[in-house]
């Protein structure tokens, strides 16, 4: 198995705005770091995970790679990392991003940015059932 993860990080952060925060939720910080970071941290932290796509909004692209390669040296993060510019809707950016895979990768497990509190079980078991041989696991 050859698996890479999808961080979805493309949103506008447009309901964020209304109520007055000036940027998308997956830059807010919690405990020092971006929010999609938490994820990048937990995915570094599974067996059989070998790299992360990161799809950031595209007018955001080149200073989220920066914080990127800022982040994964200071931490000595253990996963080859690309970035990609998201597209129009949701299902556009992982569009993106799968076409971002290298083409050994026949695994692909997807989080949502947003949601930085994936553990590492988690994803483990997710791997664990798709080594079952089914086509998908949510």
């Known amino acids: 198995m050859h698996c890479w993860a999808i961080i ?3 949103g ?3 309901r964020l705005a209304g109520a007055g925060i000036d940027r998308p939720k997956q830059f807010l910080e919690l405990e020092g770091a971006p929010l999609y970071w938490h994820g990048a941290r937990t995915f570094g932290r599974v067996a059989g995970i070998r790299g992360i796509v990161f799809v950031f ?3 955001l692209l080149e ?3 920066q914080e990127l390669a800022r982040l994964a040296l200071a931490e000595g993060f253990p996963l080859l990392w690309r970035a990609v510019a998201g597209g129009r ?3 556009d950016s992982v569009r993106n ?3 971002a895979l290298p083409a050994e990768c026949d695994t692909v497990l ?3 940015a947003a949601r930085p509190f994936i553990t590492p079980s988690l994803a483990a078991s997710v ?3 798709l080594r079952l041989g089914p086509e998908a696991v949510i």
Do not use: K
Request: charged content about 20%.
């Open 97 to 99: 991003a799968l076409l």
């Open 63 to 65: 200073s989220a790679e």
């Open 57 to 59: 909004p595209p007018d």
């Open 89 to 91: 809707e949701r299902q």
């Open 12 to 14: 506008s952060g447009s």
């Open 110 to 112: 997807v989080h949502d």
């Open 127 to 129: 791997l664990a059932a």
């Open 8 to 10: 979805a990080a493309a």
